[in-house]
C-alpha cells in the first residue's frame, strides 16, 4: 500500500535549521511530487511548497521562500525538507503528503496520503 | 492570501445530514476547479476526502459529497455516524501557484 514514513520528532534552539525526512512506498516516486504542510499546536493546516518526484522542480509558498529547501532522493524514494532560521513560531507538526503532478509541475492540491508528521519544537 | 472561512464547528445527530460552507473568493474558489476537503482525527495525520470539488477517492464513503457555487464550496455529510465526528479543513489553489486552507470546522456528532 502508498505509504509515507516521516522521521522522528526534533528539539531545536532558535535560529538553528532542522531537517526531516519522508520515506515513499508503494508507489513510483518519480510519478508524483510530494507537498509539504505543517500545524502549529491547536492551530490549521497552513501549506509550504511541493517538489516533483519527476525532476526535482519546486515551488515554495512565500512565506517560507529563502527559508526553506525541499530536496528528494529518486534512489531511495525520500524527500527531504529543511527549515532554517528557526523561530518560536515554528514549533509545528510537519507533515508530507503526496501530491498529484503532470511532469515536473505539481499545481494541485491533491494531497493523498499523508504521513505521520513529525513534531518540531523550537525552544531555549 | 487570507485563509479561506470555515464555521468554526457544524454539530448533528446520527443519521442527520450537515453540511461545511468554505468561502473564498474570485481568486481561489471562484476560478479553479481544485477544492479538496480533509478529514483529521484528533493526533492523526489529515486524510482526503473530495478533490476537484465533488470527486471521491477510492475507499472514501459516498455519504461524503461535495460541491460548489461561485466562491463558496460545501461538504456535505449524509447518514452521519459517529466515527465522522473529527476536524475538516477546505483547501483551493489560489492565484500565485499557491494553496489556500481553510481554518478548519469542528463536527460534533450529538
Known amino acids: 500500500q502508498v505509504q509515507l514514513v516521516q522521521s522522528g520528532p526534533e528539539v531545536k534552539k532558535p535560529g538553528a535549521s532542522v531537517k526531516v525526512s519522508c520515506k515513499a512506498s508503494g508507489y513510483t516516486f518519480n510519478s508524483y511530487g510530494i507537498t509539504w504542510v505543517r500545524q502549529a499546536p491547536g492551530q490549521g493546516l497552513q501549506w509550504m511548497g511541493w517538489?516533483?518526484?519527476?525532476?526535482?522542480?519546486?515551488d515554495y509558498a512565500q512565506k517560507f521562500q529563502g527559508r526553506v529547501t525541499m530536496t528528494t532522493d529518486t534512489a531511495t524514494s525520500t524527500a527531504y525538507m529543511e527549515l532554517r532560521s528557526l523561530k518560536f513560531d515554528d514549533t509545528a507538526v510537519y507533515y508530507c503528503?503526496?501530491?498529484?503532478?503532470?511532469?515536473?509541475?505539481?499545481?494541485?492540491?491533491?494531497?493523498?496520503?499523508w504521513g505521520q508528521g513529525t513534531l518540531v519544537t523550537v525552544s531555549s | 492570501q487570507s485563509a479561506l472561512t470555515q464555521p468554526a464547528s457544524v454539530s448533528g445527530s446520527p443519521g442527520q445530514s450537515i453540511t461545511i460552507s468554505c468561502t473564498g473568493t474570485s481568486s481561489d474558489v471562484g476560478i479553479y476547479g481544485l477544492v479538496s476537503w480533509f478529514q483529521q482525527h484528533p493526533g492523526k495525520a489529515p486524510k482526503l476526502m473530495i478533490y476537484?470539488?465533488?470527486k471521491r477517492p477510492s475507499g472514501v464513503s459516498n455519504r461524503f459529497s461535495g460541491a460548489k457555487s461561485a466562491s463558496t464550496a460545501s461538504l456535505t455529510i449524509s447518514g452521519l455516524q459517529a466515527e465522522d465526528e473529527a476536524d475538516y479543513y477546505c483547501?483551493?489553489?489560489?492565484?500565485?501557484?499557491?494553496?489556500?486552507f481553510g481554518g478548519g470546522t469542528k463536527v460534533t456528532v450529538l
Open positions: 503528503a503526496r501530491i498529484y503532478c503532470d511532469g515536473g509541475s505539481c499545481h494541485s492540491n491533491w494531497f493523498d496520503p
Open positions: 517538489i516533483s518526484g519527476y525532476n526535482g522542480n519546486t
Open positions: 476537484e470539488v465533488s
Open positions: 483547501s483551493s489553489y489560489a492565484v500565485g501557484h499557491t494553496v489556500l
